[in-house]
Antibody
């Protein structure tokens, strides 16, 4: 059974940093691309970042490019999102999601499995 | 960027009735369209991909259709557990994943 468990969320001041983690189990982690998707309170879904199975290719939404960094440690079956220069508009529940492909290409692939999310609140 | 527009924003349906949700893309996404269900306090769940293929474990009462710019999700006979928010998502063009704003299916 695929399981994705996010952690690392919390309250942070504007301009601060936070690192989210997503522990994966139930599948061969290195064989699948992964992604982060966020949802602001009461709002819809917004794709944030994605990474190939090897970690060699990364992708970012314009809204976070230059501030967020996605990475993965395939030896630990863990996905990360380093978030710097946080803004109030980054406040959201952050979900990690698995794609059933190893390489991200165009056309792409939907998000097959999702974690339960971790809440990030950016406020002074 | 491809803009996905869902209608209606809210759909009031009685249990056992049919629900039809629409999703329109601002340009063609071929059949690279997915539907997700999200219940309060839960993560989204993949229902349909490739515009019409049900994901693993999804009941047959859920069906998807369409291609290009116009898509439909139909729930043939609403069950109590189907009341939720539904999102469409394109994965055809960069940025690779854009979502509609969601349709809330509520009990009439």
């Amino acid at each position: 059974e695929v399981q994705l468990l996010e952690s690392g969320g919390g309250l942070v001041q504007p301009g601060g940093s936070l690192r989210l983690s997503c522990a994966a189990s139930g599948f061969t982690f290195s064989s699948y691309a992964m992604s982060w998707v966020r949802q602001a309170p009461g709002k819809g879904l917004e794709w944030v970042s994605a990474i190939s199975g090897s970690g060699g290719s990364t992708y970012y939404a314009d809204s976070v490019k230059g501030r967020f960094t996605i990475s993965r440690d395939n030896s630990k079956n863990t996905l990360y999102l380093q978030m710097n220069s946080l803004r109030a508009e980054d406040t959201a529940v952050y979900y990690c999601a698995m794609l059933s492909v190893v390489v991200i290409a165009i056309p792409g692939h939907p998000f097959d499995y999702w974690g339960q999310g971790t809440l990030v609140t950016v406020s002074s | 960027e491809i803009v996905m527009t869902q209608s209606p924003a809210t759909l009031s349906v009685s249990p056992g009735e049919r629900a039809t949700l629409s999703c329109r893309a601002s340009q063609s996404v071929s059949s690279n369209l997915a539907w997700y269900q999200q219940k309060p306090g839960q993560a989204p769940r993949l229902l349909i991909y490739g515009a019409s293929t049900r994901a693993t474990g999804i009941p047959a009462r859920f069906s998807g259709s369409g291609s290009g710019t116009e898509f439909t999700l139909t729930i043939s006979s609403l069950q109590s557990e189907d009341f939720a928010v539904y999102y469409c998502q394109q994965y055809n063009n960069w940025p690779l994943w854009t979502f509609g704003q969601g349709t809330k299916v509520e009990i009439k």
